[in-house]
């Protein structure tokens, strides 16, 4: 019996780890990054936001792995969409533009760059390389690599964290600035991805907001349309779980679930993780309420997800507009006839023709 | 590792790019200089333990990045070890390698500067091509484009710049040293009179060795193949046809190996016999040739004519009238003044008659001697007499006389004046300046 405890919760935890729910609020941002990619000009900013945990990150991955595959599938002869965390490398968890390149240029197996590579002395002179070289210089060397490479998109996975530059608002602005003027000059598009606060970052660089088209991820609200596709979530969670007597699945408790997710799916499979690891602690065979409640998030950092979904509504919220008016009518009625003053008269010499 | 793939471009054709353009083109891809990266290279690959630390150092620096296509131990090496970091197994077709050392040793045959053609480059931008050097450009008798007949540039039209610069650049349609644009500048296209040029056999020969990889071509192959040839020629009693079209010191060159048998006079023999030139130095060519014709075979164009050679003349004449050259005037006259009388050059009479040279020379040099002692003389006594009459004696003073009584130059004057007269307020009796003396 206890091989059978042991067996199903890893199981489980293999399939939330390993599968991803392809949920329909990830289908839709899919299909409209895709869209928004295809449409997209060389030097323009396309922003994939979402709530953290909401599926930004594979989608990357997802696109990333289909470009390549469409591609011939060997990113060192092609590689078109190219993705790259944004880390704060630098000292006191700050951002750095030098560090940023350097990931870069690993993420792209750059021969001379690169410091990953297996053999050591080589990587070696990588890295002496790149700490002679600055940052322009590493720039170049993205520059004509992604050029050689033929990328076209260029993601930047977490972008949030250019915010923590540690200097002045004006820093950050210039970041973004220079990263759009990359893109221009490397002929790719920008692809930047990160959570709500990523929109205010956006909006302090005008050039920016003029280029950039926003991708969201929403959560599940709580309307009917989005409660429907929410208990499909559930259900797929449910698969492969053994609940306690009188519960048959993740659904029973959706409204606790949703509240406490938020309606974040991915929220949803770390909870339920965090839920089967207390079950396996406490030696239990199947999954109850206790073990769902112990491992839900405190109430404060549900607030604090809640306030910045709610920051992302606001940010990314537009005041309804009534459907245009015809603009055939108003033409129309633009050029329609003034009411004529008393005695004038109207094209005098269509009257004189009459008169002949 | 292994590097990014960079496909070297229009290998197979007469287009073929250059190695120097791809050496360029595949550093610039990887953000590196051209010495940066023939640094890794060499550590990554030969594991060069003087060059460990990649830093760029003058031995391991390119000499001449022009001279990459030709065929050295440096070029070679450098082949190998492209080859080896990006798998590409053709790079030898973007240098001269198949020329082997008798042709592709000779520095005149190759261009030392890189050069381009602008308006190739045009073309390159218009269709989607990265842009590239060619293989034909570095050749140094490839003087104009045999596409758009413009002349082949080697300098910036904006700051006279060469471009063989080894920093890493964008591409090649920027200079390196101003930055301004290279592409469709500096287009001069001759009249067809001015410079007529025939490059036609060179691409060709680029040609062929794309065509057929690992062929060597040798000076034995080309010889085999004109004496084929020549005999063939013999054979069917046309050797005075032969003898006519093609130079007589050429062709003792060729028979008997007496000179040099370089590209030029090669290209020269293969136009004037109607010969492919890749054929000749690969050896494949059959030992038949057209019916010459010699109304187009004597129409050499401008780059392929051999220099004038002056006419023979008999030496018993030539000595003749160096004799009557010299009789013509009383005083000896200088070799040159000879040679000159006689029609010919100075050289000539040294190398033909040595010891009548010899004579002339000492002769004129007896004659100027005595010339110039009794000028000094002369000189010399109108000083004195100027230091016994003057009221006042001055240097200036001085040479005014001697200038206004004799027609010395007016350094000699300047000369005699500062060794016999002194200085201001320095004047010396007449004894005194004979002491001096």
Redo the contacts between chains.
Sequence with gaps: MRHVVDSWPKAKRDQILSKKLHHKTYRDALSALQTELAYSDVGEVVVLTGPSRGGKTSLLNRLAREYLDASGGDPMLENPFVNVLALNRAEGGRFSTKAFYADLLKRLDHPAYSTSLEQQPARQANVDRINRRNTADLMVACEHALRHLGTRFLAIDEAQHIEWHGKSAHVRTAILDSFKSFAASAGVTLVLTGAYPIIRMLRSSNHLVGRSSVVEIPPYGATEEGALEFLKVLEWYSQGVEFEVGVTSLTDWAEYIHTYSLGVVGAVGRWLRSALARMEAEGAMALGWRHMDAARRSDGDVKAIASEIALGQELLGKSPEDEPVNWDDAKGRRESKRELKPFEIRNRAHKKEVAL | ??????TPLGVGSDGVESFSSYIVRLA?????SVNE?RA?LL??YLADPGC???RVRSKYAIPNLANLVRPTDFSYQMVDLVEMATGERVLSLLTFHALGNEFGRQRAVFRQEIAWCPLCLSDQIDSGQALHLKLAWSIKEYSVCHIHGCLVVQQCPACNGDQNSLR?R?SFGECTRCGNSLVGRGVFTPEATQLRVYVQDLIGLIAGINENPGEKLSYHAAMRCLDGVYSEIRRREKALGLSEVVPQDELHSILYGTTELTLPVLRRLAYRLDLDLYQLLSGRLEPVTRPLDESWLMILPANLRPKPKRPRICRGLLLARLEAALQRSEAPLPLSAVARLAGTTTGAVEYRFPSFARQVKDSFRIFEGKRRQRQEEMGRMLVYEFLASANQVSRKAAQRYVAANSDLSKNKIRALVSKYVPPANQTLSISQCGNRR
């Design positions: 590792m292994t590097l990014f793939r960079t610039s891809v990887h953000g590196l990266f890794i550590n990554r460990i630390d990649e890493m964008r």
